[in-house]
């Protein structure tokens, strides 16, 4: 009895770390896709590219040690570039720009930059969720905007261990980046706070249709 008791608790342990290994990955799929196939479309392996929705903007809203609002950083144009592996849903950020930035706390112009590059990808995993629908966590996230004020310019750094997005499956998908915080690594609080949230919405346009499953 006891070996039958010892028996079931090893086949349970077993089919736990089975769940969790197949919920720590998922397969990236698309009609583009050369690979085994999906509910809809085939494993997609390659490039990955997004651009900020059209009529949104991607904002950064920086908070003070009480909790208060001190900027907000507003940019009308995004893009993000990067590679999947379709069958594992691992892939690579190598590029996040910002353009057309502006800010109430900054009169003299603001400006956005990201540390992502080719010599300096970020990691990403995409876990499904169900309906072709998933998430993409991204890790080594890192980004500063300088801030042109009337006594110079601020520049404000950000940084999180990790990013989770969530991804709308379809024709096209959408990624959406809602009120992620971040953790400020320099810049004066009054202008820079002591942490900042990122929230942007972004249109995959290659490939053109893409599932998460």
Known sequence: MRLKIIGLAALAAMALMAFAASSASAKVCATTGTGEACTTGKVYSGAIEATLKT????????????GSSVSTVTCTSSTVKGTVTGSTGAGKI??????????????????????????NEWPAQA??????????????????????TILGN?????????ATTTVTGGEPAHVTATSIPLERVSGAEATCGTKADWSGTYVVTNPASLWVY
């Open 55 to 66: 009529g949104t903007s991607a904002t950064l809203t920086a908070t003070n040690s009480s």
């Open 94 to 119: 190598s590029s996040f720009t910002f353009a057309t930035c502006s800010s109430a706390a900054c009169p003299n112009g603001v400006t956005a930059s990201t540390t992502a590059s080719t010599t």
């Open 127 to 148: 876990t499904a969720t169900g309906s072709g629908n998933g998430t993409l966590a991204v890790e080594k996230v890192e980004g500063s905007f300088v801030c042109g």
């Open 154 to 162: 601020i520049t404000c750094t950000y940084k999180t261990a990790k």
